[in-house]
């Protein structure tokens, strides 16, 4: 599953993130992550997977239509996981990132240029097929989520908070960095000529 | 608890939302069961145990939990991927339980509920003589 076909379903704005000169593509992903989203391991994937279509199967005895237009969501949860919001203000771009019941010591949080990388291992004891175990749908396995960061932000400072289940990344914004804009000189003669010049261009 | 069991709450599950104007989302939530409780894990990220409201009335475990915005209001979204709103989900429980030995806990966004049997439902060793 790729960005771009979730991207209806997540709630993204595209308006928003294309407002500003410098930003950018918040989708790449990480070219080290496998399987595709955020779980890093395939084998993690692969496992949620299965307890989503589990889930689903239930829900499908049940109640088909509406499992069928949950399915998107539920696999978008998998794909996405775990959930990112960005914002930014003058000052600082605020990351907020939901990973519940983790351990801070199991958040790794890399800068390499200009690529934000969290990392995380969630774990728990229980084993999907354990005598007991009725029903599994929590996310669990090491997942990785990358977000490029704009010229401005301050690597050097970013400050990470967990608290509630979130991560909090405040990666500070250098004055002055920001995106510049050059101004575009007319050349003297051209002006009010172009669709000419054009014509006798492809003409030639 | 049988699957069964579970599957009859989903059927009769209510729509709040719709009298309320609310999105509430379900959490993912693991269940296990012992011999003498059952175990619900459920990720509830944002919220705190203040905000959050278990009760359990006739066989109906319903879990709420309000989550607090994960950016504060009114910001500049860059990118954003799901909403933040309450929590809800309930269960039907089918085997006796003890509803005063509900436990509760509420850390880093994971809640924890043990839910005790009742003394008749709970797994008793019978004792073999030999002969």
């Known amino acids: 599953m790729t960005q771009t076909q979730t991207q209806p379903q997540t709630q993204n704005r595209p308006g928003a993130q294309a407002g500003g000169a410098g930003r950018t593509d918040l989708s790449k992903r990480d070219p080290d992550r496998g399987g595709g989203g955020g779980l890093a391991r395939p084998s993690d994937f692969r496992r949620q997977i299965d307890r989503t279509l589990d889930r689903l199967m239930r829900q499908v005895e049940r109640d088909p239509i509406r499992a069928l237009f949950s399915l998107p969501q539920q696999l978008d949860r998998i794909a996405n996981w775990p959930a990112i919001d960005i914002a930014e203000d003058d000052k600082a771009i605020a990351v907020r990132v939901d990973v519940p019941g983790m351990n801070p010591d199991d958040l790794d949080i890399e800068v390499s240029g200009n690529q934000l990388t969290i990392r995380g291992q969630r774990q728990d004891e229980w084993s999907d097929n354990q005598r007991g175990v009725r029903r599994r749908e929590r996310i669990i396995g090491s997942f990785a989520r990358t977000i490029p960061l704009p010229a401005e932000a301050d690597a050097q400072n970013i400050q990470a908070r967990y608290d509630r289940g979130t991560l909090t990344l405040t990666v500070p914004k250098v004055p002055g960095k920001g995106p510049r804009h050059v101004k575009v000189q007319a050349a003297q003669g051209t002006q009010g000529a172009q669709g000419t010049q054009g014509a006798q261009g492809t003409s030639r | ?131």
Do not use: C
């Open chain 2, 1 to 131: 608890m049988s699957e069964a069991a579970i599957q009859k709450n989903e059927n009769q599950a209510p729509a709040p939302e719709r009298m309320e104007q609310t999105t509430y989302f379900t959490p993912l939530v693991d269940i296990i069961e012992s011999g003498d409780a059952f175990i619900f894990n459920a990720d509830v990220p944002g919220a705190r145990p203040e905000d959050a409201d278990i009760s359990y009335d006739n066989g109906v475990l319903t879990l709420l939990a309000r989550a607090k915005p994960r950016q504060p209001q009114n910001v500049a979204y860059l990118w954003q991927e799901y909403e933040v709103g309450p929590f809800y989900r309930q269960f039907v429980i089918d085997t006796p339980v003890d509803p005063n030995g509900i436990r509760a806990e509420l850390r880093n966004g994971a809640l924890t509920l043990t839910v005790p049997k009742s003394e008749s439902a709970k797994t008793h060793k019978i004792q073999i003589k030999g002969a």
